[in-house]
């Protein structure tokens, strides 16, 4: 089945007089194990179907299931709980506390899972281990590269051990050669059994994904498997 299954769902932001229908009816499953590239141009409701598919927001109308379950009409604890549970984020500025630790940063999301300290330390460094910071545990953000801090919020995002993870515009802050290091770590996630879906204007970042989602004003305008990586594998 499905982990999203996503159908005619909408989002229109009330501000007084006008109206802003950010999605307008949009239909999109995606199974397990998926890569999925989000594009199209600024305003045609990338962020929005991102904070949709994060449960970050509730649609205004249409069915959101993840996981089976209907997030749609959720409260703000159940889709907390629900976010906890399946999603990781990455984010373009990385978002990490700047007077923690790498390792500290890493394990504070299990804080709220309830894991003592011990366990929190131990898992926080595996996952690290496995994004290649195995020896900057004791590093702050500003003792970092670029492509350091954004390994570091990739390893928050999997410490949970969730899903699916969601990054919007992971390499946006990072030079070439940089991006390429952080893609090959998504492409390794994916590899490792997570569903990735991440959001970006670059078509050479796109093309490491195996699905391609184009929205434009609020609609689907075109949603097709990765030609190139198909024909390569
Ligand atoms: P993208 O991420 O593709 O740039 P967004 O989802 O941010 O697109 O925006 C889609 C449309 O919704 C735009 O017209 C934008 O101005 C509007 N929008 C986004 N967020 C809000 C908000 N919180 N309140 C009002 N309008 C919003
Ligand atoms: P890159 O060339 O990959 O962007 P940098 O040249 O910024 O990396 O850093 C090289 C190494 O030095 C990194 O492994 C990083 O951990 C370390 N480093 C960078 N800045 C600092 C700092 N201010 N304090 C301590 N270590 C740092």
Do not use: W
Request: charged letters at 25%; a negative charge.
């Amino acid at each position: 089945a499905a982990v999203i299954d996503i159908n005619d769902l909408t989002k229109t932001y009330d501000m007084g007089q006008t109206k802003v229908h950010a999605l307008r009816g949009i239909d999109l499953q995606i199974q397990t194990n998926e890569y999925v590239a989000l594009m199209g141009p600024s305003g045609s409701g990338k962020s929005t179907l991102m904070n949709l598919l994060g449960c970050l927001d509730t649609p205004t109308s249409g069915r959101y299931l993840l996981d089976g379950k209907d997030v749609s009409m959720m409260d703000d604890t159940e889709l907390a709980n629900i976010r906890n549970e399946k999603i990781g984020f990455v984010f373009q500025t990385f978002n990490l506390l700047p007077r923690q630790t790498t390792l500290e940063n890493v394990a504070l999301p299990l804080v709220y899972a309830g894991l003592a300290k011990r366990e929190r330390q131990q898992r926080a460094a595996e996952v690290l281990d496995s994004v290649g910071l195995g020896d900057r545990l004791d590093h702050r953000p500003n003792e970092l590269s670029g492509g350091q801090r954004q390994r570091v919020a990739i390893a928050r995002a999997l410490v949970n051990r969730p899903a699916i993870i969601l990054a919007d515009e992971p390499t946006g802050n990072l030079d070439t050669k940089t991006s390429i290091e952080i893609m090959e770590i998504f492409e390794d996630i994916q590899r490792r059994g997570n569903t990735v879906i991440l959001v970006t204007h670059e078509p050479d970042i796109a093309e490491h994904a195996h699905r391609i989602v184009r929205l434009r004003d609020g609609e689907t305008e075109s949603d097709e498997p990765n030609e190139h990586i198909i024909r390569a594998s």
